[in-house]
């Protein structure tokens, strides 16, 4: 799994769109999880950290994938000027803020992802203006 972050975020502002997001079958070379959400429905969905691309007529973000050959990954995500990162989960932007009040800080795994959604929802996402400033780490 590969997690996209910014060495120095200079200039970095959280942008929140109301945009739909589309997520692949978990496969190789993908962030694409299966995961049960506070719901406890089982759904498809990305990490925070994942790059995305917009599509401006669909108004839908769909996952920036490593390159695969053979089955096995070959290459990281290409960085690219106008990508995203995804920048906080659902379970932080339901709410509108970071619920610390009830947070219990103990890591469950279940609320660092944006579910697959059909119908527009709030994406907070990172837009990438210095390809120099973004580092591709495995997760």
Do not use: W
């Amino acid at each position: 799994m590969y997690i996209a972050r910014f060495k120095t975020a200079y200039h970095q502002v959280e942008r929140v769109f109301d945009s739909k997001i589309t997520v692949d079958t978990p496969a190789v070379g993908s962030n694409a999880v299966n995961y049960v959400n506070a719901e406890g429905k089982s759904v498809k969905g990305l990490p925070v950290g994942t790059m995305v691309s917009y599509n401006k007529s669909t108004n839908t973000f769909t996952e920036v994938k490593a390159t695969v050959s053979g089955g096995s990954v070959t290459a990281a995500p290409a960085v690219t000027l106008g990508n995203y990162i995804i920048a906080q989960s659902d379970a932080t932007m339901s709410g509108g803020h970071v619920p610390v009040e009830t947070l219990s800080y103990k890591y469950i795994g279940k609320c660092d992802f944006v579910a697959e959604s059909a119908e527009n929802k709030p994406i907070a996402l990172f837009e990438i203006t210095d390809v120099n400033d973004v580092v591709i780490g495995v997760k």
